[in-house]
């Protein structure tokens, strides 16, 4: 069965320091993999996405992701966290075979030190 | 474009009542879903729907009803409130069909307090 797995409930980083949240997933074929934002007291957003090709993807925000096969890992980076990212992160996979729902991660919490 | 809307913001109900919980899209969206959103399990999706007149049940679809009489909406019925449904509610759309391969847009929630 598909899963995925962040590690990482909450996370602490400093202003300008650079971060890296962690997405594991468990999926026999090619997954359709995302990366959403929720801010305090909002709805989510779209990050960013990965369908195919380039394995390394653009997001909004100054976001980027990496999607690596051999390590079915899909994690999530910024080099410079500024205070607007405190917020909760989570990361979910699809596939076209069921392509009814989204399987969610449990979200990874982040705060943001002055 | 006002996106995915949902009313109302935070509800506040006794064990039994009953409630409707709007949703409703002007992106000409064929998806739409609702979840719960409780602390420690994440999103849990409670009914979908890939077009008007179709529905079907997600994860946790107990004491919950929806319909899709037009694509726009997309309400969600409390039958019987219990205080195991409060939660936050949001709801959720998609361009194609597929809910699994495509963007979702999220509502800002309701959130809902079942004493």
């Known amino acids: 069965a598909q899963s995925v797995t962040q590690p990482d409930i909450h996370i602490t980083v400093s202003e300008g320091a650079s971060l890296e949240l962690r997405c594991n997933y468990s999926?026999?074929?090619?997954?359709?993999l995302f990366w959403y934002v929720q801010s305090p007291g909002q709805g989510l957003q779209l990050l960013l996405k990965?369908?195919?090709?380039d394995t390394l993807v653009q997001g909004i925000k100054g976001f980027e992701a990496e999607f690596k096969r051999s390590q079915s890992s899909f994690n999530l980076r910024k080099p410079s966290v500024h205070w607007s990212d405190a917020a909760e992160y989570f990361c979910a996979v699809g596939d076209a075979g069921n392509n009814r729902k989204l399987i969610w991660g449990l979200g990874t919490s982040l705060a943001v030190n002055p | 474009n006002a996106g995915v809307t949902q009313t109302p913001k935070f509800q506040v109900l006794k064990t039994g009542q009953s409630m409707t919980l709007q949703c409703a899209q002007d992106m000409n969206h064929e998806y739409m879903s609702w979840y719960r959103q409780d602390p420690g399990m994440g999103l849990r999706l409670i009914h979908y729907s890939v077009g008007a007149g179709i529905t079907d049940q997600g994860e946790v679809p107990n004491g919950y009803n929806v319909s899709r009489s037009t694509t726009e909406d997309f309400p969600l019925r409390l039958l019987s409130a219990a205080p195991s449904q409060t939660s936050v509610y949001f709801c959720?759309?998609?361009?194609?069909?597929?809910?699994?391969?495509?963007?979702?847009?999220f509502g800002p929630g309701t959130r809902l307090t079942v004493l």
């Open positions: 990965y369908f195919s090709g």
């Open positions: 999926y026999g074929a090619t997954p359709y």
């Open positions: 959720a759309s998609s361009f194609r069909t597929s809910g699994s391969t495509d963007t979702q847009y």
